[in-house]
């Protein structure tokens, strides 16, 4: 089921001219704080945002972890195939994915990210302009807190062995 018309209800009044966003992940291993960039994809920090001011990402998990890449969450199934029942264009831009940097999953098609995002653990330049990068951690406390989830131990299919669960995502309006 669409969750599009929830989302759109709940970003309605974002004003990106004259205020700035940012996105509390509190999760079992500590709280990330995100840094979201809608100058270079304003659709897909409206879409994250949305999707938090609905409660979507609470009690998600991270379904994949590559030790080095990146820490993956958002999927409703816990399964890396789910989604929010819609997809959103891309919006590949020059930002650099380092360490730290929020960006967007999909899959082999450029406009089909949906509610799958991922944030990187060091430099994967092969993914500039490739992928939407659209947040940065907010400080090194939420770095470190990526970090950790990072070095958690995973199967062979890179899901974590333990439950690294989103308790609750709430969006911060400065």
Request: glycine fraction near 12%; include cysteine.
């Given at each position: 089921?669409?969750k599009k018309a929830d989302v759109d209800a709940a970003v309605a009044d974002l004003d990106f001219e004259n205020k700035t966003y940012q996105l509390e992940l509190d999760t079992?291993?500590?709280?990330?704080?995100?840094?979201?960039?809608?100058?270079?994809?304003?659709?897909?920090?409206?879409?994250?945002?949305?999707?938090?001011?609905?409660?979507?990402?609470?009690?998600?998990?991270?379904?994949?972890?590559?030790?080095?890449?990146?820490?993956?969450?958002?999927?409703?199934?816990?399964?890396?195939?789910?989604?929010?029942?819609?997809?959103?264009?891309?919006?590949?831009?020059?930002?650099?994915?380092?360490?730290?940097?929020?960006?967007?999953?999909?899959?082999?098609?450029?406009?089909?990210?949906?509610?799958?995002?991922?944030?990187?653990?060091?430099?994967?330049?092969?993914?500039?302009?490739?992928?939407?990068?659209?947040?940065?951690?907010?400080?090194?406390?939420?770095?470190?807190?990526?970090?950790?989830?990072?070095?958690?131990?995973?199967?062979?299919?890179?899901?974590?062995?333990?439950?690294?669960?989103?308790?609750?995502?709430?969006?911060?309006?400065?």
């Open positions: 089921m669409s079992s291993e500590g709280k990330i704080l995100l840094n979201l960039d809608p100058t270079h994809a304003p659709g897909h920090c409206k879409n994250m945002i949305g999707l938090a001011k609905i409660g979507f990402y609470d009690g998600l998990i991270f379904h994949r972890i590559i030790e080095g890449f990146m820490i993956q969450g958002g999927c409703p199934e816990g399964s890396g195939m789910g989604g929010p029942g819609y997809q959103i264009p891309a919006e590949f831009n020059a930002t650099p994915h380092v360490a730290g940097t929020l960006s967007m999953a999909r899959s082999q098609s450029p406009d089909s990210a949906g509610s799958q995002f991922f944030i990187c653990l060091g430099t994967q330049s092969f993914l500039d302009n490739q992928y939407t990068a659209f947040g940065q951690t907010a400080d090194d406390a939420s770095m470190a807190v990526v970090a950790k989830i990072g070095g958690v131990s995973t199967n062979a299919s890179d899901r974590p062995d333990e439950d690294v669960t989103i308790n609750k995502a709430t969006v911060i309006e400065k």
